[in-house]
């Protein structure tokens, strides 16, 4: 799939609601939240429906993996900067789902909703962040390595404030 840049959508809210439901219908009772640019109002993004799974421990993992796989997420990454990450890939705008499993309370985890909750808090950011995404897009000639490295900076930036 090319990478792409979309503006915000309001229906990702819908979106991730459902996909939440599913995920603790399959799953069990277990801390989610809806992260990375569909979670912030007004961000544009590559339109992926981004949600973060927190457990106790690395031992859960392997069984919510397994039970994951039957609703549909089948590429597993096993894991890389204290989170698995786990996707399933479809061609429909705004389908694309990623989980991020990773342990409550741990940097993984702080920093994806640090990050999450700064932009929501500061909307002049937000549109600054917007237009820093579309032009590192332009940068990397939609290279989706090129693109995140980029990115990364900036949040690695930001984390820097935590």
Not at 9 to 25: C, G
Not at 120 to 134: A, D, P, T
Request: aromatic letters at 10%; charged letters at 35%; hydrophobic letters at 35%.
């Amino acid at each position: 799939m090319k990478l792409k840049i979309n503006p915000y959508n309001k229906r990702v809210k819908e979106k991730f609601q459902k996909e939440k439901n599913r995920i603790l219908r399959t799953i069990g009772n277990f801390e989610i939240h809806h992260i990375g640019s569909t979670a912030v109002p007004g961000l544009g993004g590559k339109g992926i429906v981004d949600i973060l799974i927190g457990i106790d421990n690395w031992n859960q993992a392997k069984e919510i993996i397994e039970k994951l796989k039957k609703i549909g997420f089948f590429h597993v990454h096993l894991k890389e900067k204290g989170r698995i990450f786990l996707s399933k890939d479809t061609s429909l705008f705004f389908s694309n789902v990623h989980i991020h499993i990773v342990i409550k309370q741990s940097k993984a985890c702080k920093d994806l909703l640090f990050f999450r909750d700064y932009l929501r808090k500061n909307k002049k950011e937000v549109k600054n962040y917007y237009k820093l995404k579309v032009k590192w897009l332009k940068e990397s000639r939609a290279n989706r390595e090129k693109y995140n490295k980029l990115k990364s900076k900036y949040i690695n930036k930001i984390l820097k404030n935590q």
